[in-house]
Nanobody
Framework: QVQLVESGGGLVQPGGSLRLSCAAS????????LAWYRHAPSKQRDLVAS???????NYADSVKGRFTISRDNAKNAVYLQMNSLKPEDKAVYYC?????????????WGQGTQVTVSS
């Protein structure tokens, strides 16, 4: 059974930093594309950052230059370093892994971790 567990969320003041972590069991991250999404109240779940199996990264325009996604295949983990946080970054953050089996994509999600940016 695939299980993703996010951690590292919390309350931070504007301009502060947080580092989110996502650890997996039941699936191997190596060779798979990984991503972080976020879901703010009254909004849809949006892609924040992604990283391919080869290490190519992609970011939402709203977080470029502030957030950094990284992966550690040896630890079967993916991270999101968030700097210069803004109140609008407040959301539940989810990690995601894309598993391809016989050409069909299966997406797995963690339970999410709350990030609140407020003074």
């Amino acid at each position: 059974q695939v299980q993703l567990v996010e951690s590292g969320g919390g309350l931070v003041q504007p301009g502060g930093s947080l580092r989110l972590s996502c650890a997996a069991s039941g699936i191997i991250f190596s060779g798979r594309n990984l991503a972080w999404y976020r879901h703010a109240p009254s909004k849809q779940r949006d892609l924040v950052a992604s990283i391919t199996s080869g290490g190519t990264t992609n970011y939402a325009d709203s977080v470029k230059g502030r957030f950094t996604i990284s992966r550690d295949n040896a630890k079967n983990a993916v991270y999101l370093q968030m700097n210069s946080l803004k109140p609008e970054d407040k959301a539940v953050y989810y990690c995601n892994v894309d598993r391809v089996i016989l050409g069909k994509h299966y997406n797995y999600w963690g339970q999410g971790t709350q990030v609140t940016v407020s003074s």
